[in-house]
């Protein structure tokens, strides 16, 4: 009986398509055959194909997989670009201005790719060994672009979303510590936690907001301070809103203050932001998002002066280093707030065992499982280093200010902030309109077209109800010839607009 009935552990089901050593070739020649077909997607002249939804969702063939068929890398790879890469948004391309999207680094690819397949899982010591230290030295490595002392400590995570909730999770936890002795951590909930307060500007990320509701604060918990016409926040504003949250029976527990807003590009005034948070005794995070790398500038030195006073910093890589999403690192400024986070499992990282000689990274990260991202950066600062990174930075930001220099004054546009970073917020207006619903309408129909043409992604944001377009300007490649053309396209859909209106 057992002679003859294979056992499953000894049937053949089909390993070929393992990473090991026996696949060698079949690695070398599935990502060789991958490599080719994006380059293929390099050669898409437009940034996007203009492929309705209806268009793309007619190719639900392609979409499901089917589990009686197993196909080949070849044919994978020709129904991956005509479902995929004959219709992916490319960011590199100089009409693609919308979202806060890089174009990437070739070395950071290289790094992306090799963190993929030999896959370090970097919670553990005893997964990752080397890894761990890369990402330790790349830690340190943002550490000191902020200015902070050997005493912070950071942690690559998935986004500024998440490096953000961290730094309100550690305000939260060290607040409840520190006035009420409590540990949320061990113990959960306090009553007194919907009376705690965070403050920041009416232009700061919507993360605070929805980190805040996350940590069990609430939206109410956020307190958003009012901008001067620059989008800055005005703090005098935040001393009276700190005041008055006091004399309404609330605690304020911390100050988020934006480097580099979203939408604007703004930076909030550090120095007096800083001056009072101290005063107050309250943490002070910085979201420097967008704007934390450009430390890395001889342009931003004067308005990221001071950031090494703040508690803790987010910065986002993915968004102005150039990488591969996902790559963003959280950094506090004293690593024993870390303690608010870590969590010693027995079977991964047991207390007793704790030993400095080999660190386990989880103890400082929300997630458990977690991609080796830091790989990429350092191939970054290997091959393309420092230098070039801040002269791509200057580089997108005088963009910015030449293409507002260019339009500010013509009839078509009203501008509403010269760019502080990369971004400019403007809307089209047609001539002997008076009516801003009407231009909303116009300016929707223009970004909207544009999209679905392919022939420029904008984005649009509102302020003060009001519809504006937005560009956002990360392509160190793309001149202001580029942005002109754009603008001209604007224009004539403008126009157009009004023709058939
Ligand atoms: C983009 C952004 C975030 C969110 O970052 P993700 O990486 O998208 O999670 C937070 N703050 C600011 C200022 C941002 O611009």
């Known amino acids: 009986m057992l002679l003859d009935t294979q056992t499953t552990s000894q049937k053949d089901v089909g390993l070929d398509h393992i990473f090991d050593s026996q696949t060698k070739d079949s690695y070398q020649e599935f990502l060789h055959k991958a490599i080719l077909k994006v380059s293929d997607f390099l050669n898409n002249e437009k940034f996007y194909s203009g492929a309705s939804p209806a268009e793309l969702r007619s190719k639900k063939l392609l979409i499901r997989t089917d589990p009686t068929r197993s196909l080949s890398i070849d044919e994978t790879l020709s129904e991956l670009k005509e479902l995929y890469l004959d219709h992916a948004i490319?960011?590199?391309?100089?009409?693609?201005?919308?979202?806060?999207?890089?174009?990437?680094?070739?070395?950071?690819?290289?790094?992306?790719?090799?963190?993929?397949?030999?896959?370090?899982?970097?919670?553990?010591?005893?997964?990752?060994?080397?890894?761990?230290?890369?990402?330790?030295?790349?830690?340190?490595?943002?550490?000191?672009?902020?200015?902070?002392?050997?005493?912070?400590?950071?942690?690559?995570?998935?986004?500024?979303?998440?490096?953000?909730?961290?730094?309100?999770?550690?305000?939260?936890?060290?607040?409840?510590?520190?006035?009420?002795?409590?540990?949320?951590?061990?113990?959960?909930?306090?009553?007194?936690?919907?009376?705690?307060?965070?403050f920041c500007s009416e232009k700061a990320h919507f993360s605070v907001k929805?980190?805040?509701?996350?940590?069990?604060?609430?939206?109410?918990?956020?307190?958003?301070?009012?901008?001067?016409?620059?989008?800055?926040?005005?703090?005098?504003?935040?001393?009276?809103?700190?005041?008055?949250?006091?004399?309404?029976?609330?605690?304020?527990?911390?100050?988020?203050?934006?480097?580099?807003?979203?939408?604007?590009?703004?930076?909030?005034?550090?120095?007096?932001?800083?001056?009072?948070?101290?005063?107050?005794?309250?943490?002070?995070?910085?979201?420097?998002?967008?704007?934390?790398?450009?430390?890395?500038?001889?342009?931003?030195?004067?308005?990221?002066?001071?950031?090494?006073?703040?508690?803790?910093?987010?910065?986002?890589?993915?968004?102005?280093?150039?990488?591969?999403?996902c790559s963003s690192v959280f950094l506090a400024k004293d690593k024993k707030n870390f303690r608010y986070i870590s969590y010693y499992a027995d079977y991964l990282n047991p207390l007793e065992n704790r030993d400095e000689e080999q660190p386990n990274l989880i103890e400082k990260s929300i997630q458990t499982t977690r991609r080796f991202d830091a790989l990429k950066l350092w191939f970054t600062l290997k091959m393309t280093g420092e230098k070039r990174l801040g002269a791509f930075l200057e580089k997108v930001h005088y963009l910015a200010l030449e293409l507002y220099n260019n339009i500010k004054d013509d009839s078509c546009f009203e501008l509403v902030h010269k760019p502080e970073l990369s971004t400019l917020v403007f809307r089209y207006k047609a001539k002997g309109i008076t009516d801003d619903k009407i231009h909303d309408v116009i300016n929707l129909y223009v970004k909207n077209t544009l999209f679905k043409l392919g022939e420029a992604s904008v984005a649009s944001t509102k302020l003060n109800g009001v519809t504006y377009l937005k560009f956002t300007l990360l392509n160190p490649r793309t001149t202001i010839n580029d942005l002109m053309k754009i603008i001209a396209m604007i224009k004539q859909k403008g126009l157009e607009y009004k023709k058939n209106n």
């Not at 995570?157 to 006035?179: I, P, V």
């Not at 998002?289 to 987010?314: F, M, P, Q, R």
Request: hydrophobic fraction near 40%; include cysteine.
């Open 90 to 198: 490319s960011f590199h391309n100089p009409n693609y201005v919308a979202h806060l999207n890089c174009p990437v680094l070739l070395p950071a690819l290289v790094g992306d790719l090799i963190a993929s397949s030999v896959n370090t899982a970097i919670e553990t010591w005893d997964q990752s060994t080397s890894a761990t230290l890369i990402e330790e030295e790349m830690i340190r490595w943002a550490s000191s672009l902020m200015n902070y002392p050997d005493t912070a400590d950071g942690i690559f995570t998935s986004g500024g979303t998440q490096s953000n909730f961290m730094g309100l999770l550690m305000a939260r936890d060290e607040f409840a510590h520190a006035h009420f002795g409590w540990n949320i951590k061990q113990h959960g909930w306090l009553k007194d936690i919907s009376r705690f307060r965070i």
């Open 210 to 325: 929805k980190n805040a509701a996350l940590l069990g604060m609430g939206y109410d918990s956020v307190v958003t301070i009012a901008t001067d016409d620059k989008m800055k926040m005005n703090p005098k504003s935040l001393i009276l809103a700190i005041e008055k949250e006091k004399q309404n029976g609330n605690l304020p527990i911390a100050v988020v203050a934006t480097v580099g807003t979203t939408d604007f590009g703004s930076f909030d005034p550090l120095a007096e932001i800083i001056a009072i948070a101290k005063q107050t005794n309250i943490w002070l995070h910085v979201d420097g998002a967008y704007g934390g790398c450009y430390t890395l500038t001889e342009t931003h030195k004067e308005v990221l002066k001071g950031i090494e006073n703040a508690d803790s910093i987010t910065i986002d890589l993915h968004k102005t280093l150039f990488q591969p999403v």
